[in-house]
């Protein structure tokens, strides 16, 4: 059964920084692109930043420069680091694995429950 879990979310003040992680258990050796997703309260969920098969990183132009994305290592997926966070960061975090290379086990996707981040 594979699980996703996400930490590190909080409240912060505008200016602030917080470090989100996603911990995976589960997951077989497969080579995985993943991302973080936020979704604001009543808004629709936007892409934030991942990296793809290849390790290829990419961000939204608005956390470009403010945000870093690192893999982790063994049941650390991925991190995080947000740094000058604003308001309109505020939202719900999700890890999210978008697809995997390797054995036909690894062709899924998967997603962890959200960590809250409140920006004021």
């Known amino acids: 059964h594979v699980q996703l879990v996400e930490s590190g979310g909080g409240s912060v003040q505008a200016g602030g920084s917080l470090r989100l992680s996603c911990v995976g258990s589960?997951?077989?050796?497969?080579?995985?692109?993943m991302s973080w997703h936020r979704q604001p309260t009543g808004k629709e969920r936007e892409f934030v930043a991942g990296f793809d098969l290849d390790g290829k990183l990419s961000y939204t132009d608005s956390v470009k420069g403010r945000f870093t994305l690192s893999k982790g290592d063994g049941k650390n997926l991925v991190d995080l680091q947000m740094h000058s966070l604003k308001p309109e960061d505020s939202a719900m975090y999700y890890c999210k694995i978008d697809w995997g290379r390797g054995p036909w086990y690894c062709w899924r996707t998967y997603e962890g429950q959200g960590t809250q981040v409140t920006v004021s």
């Open positions: 589960g997951l077989r050796d497969c080579t995985y692109a």
